[in-house]
C-alpha cells in the first residue's frame, strides 16, 4: 500500500486516541500521557530497523515497513499534540521540532531513491533515539519538584491540577484544598486574596499559598513565610 494511506491510518488512530482522552479528561491532564503513548509507539515502530538489519528474520520486511509508517506516523502526531498545543517551555518545541524532521525524513525516505534516499535514511534513523531522549529529559524536567514540594502521596497528581498557567510558573492549592467559610473568606480578603473561594478564570491571580502558608510533608516544612494563624476577626 501507498505511504500515505499508512501515514494517514497513523494520523487518524492519533487523532482518535487524542479527541477520546481530551473530552474525557482534559487537555491539562492527559497532555503528557499522550506524549508518553506517543514515545512508546515511536519505540515500537523502531523495531523496524532490527527487521531491516536482519537481527530479526521473520515476517516480510514490506509488511514490517507498513506497520512501521502506520505506529511511528501514530506517535509522532500524538506528540505533535502534546508540544504544539500550548507549548509551555523551550524543551516542549524541541521535541516539536525533532518530530517535524523525524516525520519530514520518513517522508523523504518512502518518495526517493539512491544516495539522497541513503543519506536521508542514516539521518531518519539517527533523529528516532534523540527524540526519545528528548521527550523523557523533557518529563523528568517537569516532575523535578524535590527542592520545593515533593510529588508523593496525595499530591502526586496531574500538572494542571496546581498549577494555574501552561509555563506551570504559578500554582493554587484551592482546586484540592476549599475552604469557604465567611471566617476563612474574610480573613483571606484583608490580605488581599480576593475572591477566595475562585472561579476557575480567576487562579491566575490567586497562587502562591505557601508564600504565606507552612506545611510539613514527611517531616520536612514547606513554605516561605509563615502567616499570622490566630488571626481572626470577629464578623460584623
Same mark, same amino acid.
Given at each position: 500500500?501507498h ?5 494517514g ?7 482518535f486516541?487524542s *479527541?477520546?482522552l481530551? =473530552? ?15 514515545a ?5 515502530a ?6 531491516s538489519k536482519?537481527?530479526?528474520?521473520w515476517?516480510k520486511?514490506?509488511? =514490517?515497513?507498513?506497520?512501521h ?9 500524538l *506528540?505533535f499534540?502534546?508540544?504544539a498545543?500550548q507549548?509551555?517551555? =523551550?524543551?516542549?518545541w524541541v ?7 523525524? $516525520?519530514?525524513?520518513?517522508?523523504t525516505v518512502s518518495?526517493? %531513491?539512491g544516495?539522497i534516499r ?7 534513523s539517527l ?6 531522549v528528548?521527550?523523557i529529559?523533557?518529563?523528568s524536567?517537569?516532575?523535578d519538584?524535590d527542592?520545593? $514540594? ?9 500538572c494542571? %491540577?496546581?498549577h494555574?498557567?501552561?509555563a506551570?510558573e504559578?500554582?493554587t492549592?484551592?482546586?484540592c484544598?476549599e475552604?469557604?467559610? @465567611?471566617?476563612i473568606q474574610f480573613?483571606?480578603?484583608v490580605?488581599g ?9 480567576d487562579?491566575e491571580?490567586?497562587?502562591k499559598c505557601l508564600d ?5 510533608i514527611?517531616?520536612?516544612?514547606y513554605g516561605?513565610? @509563615? ?6 476577626p470577629?464578623?460584623?
Open positions: 500500500m505511504p500515505i494511506i499508512q501515514i491510518h497513523g494520523l487518524a488512530g492519533a487523532s486516541i *479527541v477520546a481530551i =473530552w474525557k479528561f482534559g487537555f491539562g491532564e492527559i497532555r503528557h500521557t499522550l506524549s508518553i503513548i506517543g512508546i509507539s515511536i519505540l515500537v523502531n523495531l523496524y530497523f532490527l527487521r536482519q537481527i530479526i528474520r515476517g520486511k514490506q509488511t =514490517w515497513l507498513k506497520y509508517q502506520r505506529v511511528a506516523s501514530l506517535g509522532l502526531a *506528540v499534540v502534546h508540544s498545543i507549548p509551555n517551555a =523551550w524543551h516542549s521535541a516539536f521540532l525533532l518530530a517535524s524532521a523525524n $516525520f519530514g525524513t520518513g517522508m518518495f526517493t %531513491k544516495k541513503k543519506k536521508t535514511l542514516l539521518i531518519h533523529l528516532a533515539p534523540v527524540l526519545l528528548s521527550i529529559l523533557h518529563g524536567s517537569k516532575l519538584h527542592d520545593f $514540594f515533593p510529588l508523593t502521596k496525595e499530591h502526586d497528581v496531574a494542571v %491540577k496546581c494555574t498557567s501552561s506551570y504559578t500554582y492549592c484551592l482546586l484544598h475552604h469557604n467559610t @465567611r471566617e480573613a483571606h480578603e490580605h486574596v480576593i475572591p477566595y473561594n475562585p472561579k476557575p478564570h487562579l491571580s490567586i497562587a504565606c502558608h507552612l506545611t510539613k514527611n517531616n520536612r516544612e516561605r513565610r @509563615r502567616a499570622n494563624w490566630d488571626y481572626n470577629s464578623i460584623q
